[in-house]
């Protein structure tokens, strides 16, 4: 059984942690988890606050990673679709744990104020 103290565990372990953890990632890996294929429009509208270039930055770097695969779909006008590969999928128990962990620990966000 392995065990956290396992020889070239951390350096592994950190390179992941800095891929999935960075700003918006989780975001759209959560999303294409529980919504499955989806466009770059579908998942703009989904993560609220995130800039079209970084969505396009943050989707570029899972896709060179071999996490999402970008699908061209040539139709007038061609549409763009994402969806995630084999590997993308494996991380799902991971998210789901990790928003296991938060519901546990996490504060509730307060409810924006109403006008």
Do not use: N
Request: proline share 6%; with cysteine.
């Amino acid at each position: 059984m392995a065990t956290h103290l396992e020889e070239g565990l951390c350096e592994r372990f950190h390179s992941a942690v800095e891929l999935i953890g960075r700003r918006w990632t989780g975001a759209i890996l959560y999303l294409l988890l529980s919504e499955g294929t989806q466009r770059f429009s579908d998942l703009e509208r989904g993560i609220a606050g995130i800039s079209d270039r970084l969505l396009s930055e943050r989707l570029k770097e899972l896709e060179a990673e071999a996490i999402v695969e970008r699908c061209v779909i040539p139709a007038t006008p061609v549409r763009v679709e994402y969806r995630l590969t084999e590997k993308g999928r494996a991380l799902g128990p991971s998210i789901d744990a990790i928003g296991e962990w938060a519901r546990a620990w996490l504060p509730e966000p307060e409810a924006p104020a109403q006008p």
